[in-house]
């Protein structure tokens, strides 16, 4: 079994930056990747970014291109969300998640193992 907790959120004038983190615990920790999703009040989950565990390649949501960053410190089983010029629409609670098993990354059933969720605000 896998634990994902997430911290970092916060509230944030717009145009601000927070950075999330996300640390994995429990059984040998190998995943296909890491991904980042978002949901605001009364909207679907959505995808924010991903990463491939071993090589980083990156995938990113239209929405935070230019403005998220997401990295991943392997020895210390942590993944990253910097998030800059930050808009009143990134207002959401934010989850990280892991998915043992290669395909699309921006497909949240593609996850396994979920966070409890970080609130992020952005105030305008």
């Known amino acids: 079994q896998v634990q994902l907790v997430e911290s970092g959120g916060g509230l944030v004038q717009a145009g601000g930056s927070l950075q999330l983190a996300c640390a994995a615990s429990?059984?040998?920790?190998?995943?296909?990747?890491l991904g980042w999703f978002r949901q605001a009040p009364g909207k679907e989950r959505d995808f924010v970014a991903a990463?491939?565990?071993?090589?980083?390649?990156?995938n990113y949501a239209d929405s935070v291109k230019g403005r998220y960053t997401i990295s991943r410190d392997n020895a210390k089983n942590t993944v990253y969300l910097q998030m800059n010029n930050l808009k009143p629409e990134d207002t959401a609670i934010y989850y990280c998640?892991?998915?043992?098993?290669?395909?699309?990354?921006?497909?949240?059933?593609?996850?396994?193992?979920w966070g409890q969720g970080t609130q992020v605000t952005v105030s305008s």
């Open positions: 990463i491939v565990w071993i090589t980083g390649n990156t």
């Open positions: 998640a892991a998915a043992d098993r290669f395909g699309s990354s921006s497909e949240a059933a593609r996850y396994a193992y």
């Open positions: 429990g059984r040998t920790f190998s995943p296909a990747y």
